[in-house]
């Protein structure tokens, strides 16, 4: 089952387990689930996607019902007018805030201009050596990014050399590495934990929120940030 939390007549919000697919791709030939037809069959009814989540990335997905509040949610998101927040757990001491100005190319070669914002919540030195240092150093930032580009937090990260932990395509290969082997996780440490936007139909301000799964919280404990 999946975790809803929030639903009412024209929209409906999961947090997304790390690792689910929001539907069915090409690019993804092994997966034989997907939080639409699983969210469809939870709630017996059509759902929508009206924003997307990479497939590693965990937390709030919102679905509409209804076609015309699916295209209403899908304008508010194109136009930069619901807010996003992000926690993420990143290689090294990261700045305690930072505005991230940097522009991305898409799949089909053209460059988008791209925004984010992050401020560091914590910062842990494990006694765990690695490489050539005697400790490991980590942080858990919250990032808020302005536009929605393709892998956009997973990018920026790596650009400032504070790459996502568990991120193989963009981050790096031997924290990665180290994290299966230490402590035998290979989730991607990204987490959507709130969406603030205006409700198509009622006007109504709305603030979601999706708590931290299970991985996420054990990698948490291990630095003893909970």
């Given at each position: ?27 993804a030939n092994d997966a034989k689930e997907f939080a639409l037809q699983l969210l469809r069959d939870q709630v017996n009814r059509r759902v929508s996607p009206v924003h997307r989540l990479d497939r590693k990335t965990g937390g709030l997905l919102l ?164």
């Amino acid at each position: 089952m999946l975790e809803i939390v929030y639903q009412d007549e024209h929209l409906i919000a999961i947090n997304k387990p790390h690792g689910l697919l929001v539907h069915r791709s090409v690019i993804a030939n092994d997966a034989k689930e997907f939080a639409l037809q699983l969210l469809r069959d939870q709630v017996n009814r059509r759902v929508s996607p009206v924003h997307r989540l990479d497939r590693k990335t965990g937390g709030l997905l919102l679905f509409a019902f209804e076609k015309d509040v699916e295209i209403a949610m899908h304008k508010q998101f194109q136009e930069g007018l619901v807010k996003k927040k992000y926690k993420a757990i990143v290689r090294g001491y990261s700045p305690d805030s930072l505005d991230i100005d940097y522009a991305l190319t898409n799949d089909n070669g053209v460059i988008q201009e791209a925004f984010t914002s992050f401020i560091t919540l914590k910062k842990a030195e494990v006694e765990v050596p690695f490489g050539k240092h005697p400790t490991s150093r980590y942080s858990l930032v919250e990032a808020s990014p302005t536009t929605g580009r393709m892998h956009q937090l997973r990018k920026h990260f790596a650009h400032i050399f504070h790459p996502i932990i568990g991120d193989r395509k963009h981050g790096c290969n031997k924290q990665n590495r180290f994290f299966k082997e230490e402590w035998e996780m290979t989730t991607m440490l990204l987490h959507a934990s709130e969406l603030l936007f205006t409700h198509p139909v009622t006007n109504e301000q709305i603030h979601l929120t999706a708590p931290l799964q299970d991985e996420f919280n054990r990698i948490m404990k291990l630095m003893n940030w909970l």
